[in-house]
T-cell receptor
């Protein structure tokens, strides 16, 4: 199966600073990499995704980069705000349609 | 705004009791997933259905867990008998094969005492 490792497990940043979360995957056949945000007690929600034929994708303050050769991808949040505080999960799609998730990163934005 | 729904939202039961969790996928979605979330194991895939057929349930303890889709609007996950180690949040997600994104339901928080 696919093994996804995510770092760091916790991240505390000052409001306005940037946050970066990194993930690595094991299956070179994986071709889709979504990022989910989960607020306390809520459902995971997709915030951005990237396909294997693209190296970078940006949506306002969030961006994702993918290095297929090295099998790693990263989430970048710029100008962080208190509402960015949540747990973020990376994932990789493998074996047709299954997702393997990273262990999650708890992001805290300090006001 | 179509959403995946799950019932019950919370369930407290005693060890040995049967637990049934229900999920209504987004209308028209042809894939359904069951996940379990715990602090220790994170998000684990338990079962996966496409067009109501079970394609993969390798993540599920077979002796006590079962997952079914009686029709396109209902997916069920049963635990019999339940054990304290089954305490977790169980999420259902649905999607379309061609569109990659999985939409999660609100989850069922299960506590087995």
């Amino acid at each position: 199966g696919e093994n996804v490792e995510q770092h760091p497990s916790t991240l505390s940043v000052q409001e306005g600073d940037s946050a970066v979360i990194k993930c690595t995957y094991s299956d070179s056949a994986s071709n889709y990499f979504p990022w989910y945000k989960q607020e306390l007690g809520k459902r995971p929600q997709l915030i951005i995704d990237i396909r294997s034929n693209v190296g970078e994708k940006k949506d306002q303050r969030i961006a994702v980069t993918l290095n297929k050769t090295a099998k790693h991808f990263s989430l970048h949040i710029t100008e962080t705000q208190p509402e960015d505080s949540a747990v973020y999960f990376c994932a990789a799609r493998w074996d047709d349609y299954k997702l393997s998730f990273g262990a999650g990163t708890t992001v805290t934005v300090r006001a | 705004d179509a959403r995946v729904t799950q019932t019950p939202r919370h369930k407290v039961t005693e060890m040995g009791q049967e637990v049934t969790m229900r999920c209504q996928p987004i209308l028209g979605h042809n894939t359904v997933f069951w996940y379990r979330q715990t602090m220790m194991q994170g998000l684990e895939l338990l079962a996966y259905f496409r067009n109501r057929a079970p394609l993969d349930d390798s993540g599920m303890p077979k002796d006590r867990f079962s997952a079914e889709m009686p029709d396109a609007t209902l997916a069920t996950l049963k635990i019999q008998p339940s054990e304290p180690r089954d305490s977790a949040v169980y999420f259902c997600a649905s999607g379309l094969v061609d569109l990659r994104e999985q939409y999660f339901g609100p989850g069922t928080r299960l506590t087995v005492t």
